[in-house]
Every structure is written in C-alpha cells, then in structure tokens.
C-alpha cells in the first residue's frame, strides 16, 4: 500500500508562482513513476506533468516552459513548481503513483486569479 500526501496549493495571482509537494509513503518499489494530473470544474483530468524514478519527464504541452516537475528518491517525494500561472491553470491537482498499482492523493486546490 502507498499513501501519497499532497500540499502546496493555494491561491495566486495570474503570473505568480506555486510549489506543490506530493510524499509518498509505504511500500515504495524503487521503479516507479509520479506525477501530477489536474481536473478543472466540468473538464476531464489531464496529465500535467510526471517523472519516472530515473528521471524522465512528460509534460503537458499547455504547461512546457512553465511547470517544472523533480523528485527526490531519497524522500519519495515529487514536486511541481507553477511559474507564469495562468487563471486557467486553476483546477484541482491530484498526485499519482504507479509501480504496478496505481495510486491517487486526495488532490489540493490552485486557483489562480485575474
């Protein structure tokens, strides 16, 4: 089993910047990939960005050259820094992990405004 603990998100201004942190905790497999995924009101969630445990990166492309995702292995923790933020960044950004299961957090609210 794998809990994974999110936090960062909050309320910006347009242009302004966030940090989101995801922990996970349990059983970890050391190869693995995590990532962050964002569901604004009435809309699909989408893949924003994710990473595998060596270091490769995806990222939506409404989001390249803004969004940065890292990992620290040694904590099992994921990060994504939000710079440039726009107010249609704003949704609720849930963090995955997958190994052979897959693994949801409870998701943190960004709204960003105007």
């Known amino acids: 089993q794998v809990q994974l603990v999110e936090s960062g998100g909050g309320l910006v201004q347009a242009g302004g910047s966030l940090r989101l942190s995801c922990a996970a905790s349990?059983?970890?497999?050391?190869?693995?990939?995590m990532g962050w995924y964002r569901q604004a009101p009435g809309k699909q969630r989408e893949l924003v960005a994710s990473?595998?445990?060596?270091?490769?990166?995806r990222y939506a492309d409404s989001v390249k050259g803004r969004f940065t995702i890292s990992r620290d292995n040694a904590k099992n923790t994921v990060y994504l820094h939000m710079n440039s933020l726009k107010p249609e960044d704003t949704a609720v950004y849930y963090c995955?992990?997958?190994?052979?299961?897959?693994?949801w957090g409870q998701g943190t609210q960004v709204t960003v405004s105007s």
């Open positions: 995955k992990y997958t190994d052979y299961k897959v693994y």
């Open positions: 990473i595998s445990s060596g270091s490769s990166t």
């Open positions: 349990g059983s970890i497999f050391s190869s693995n990939v």
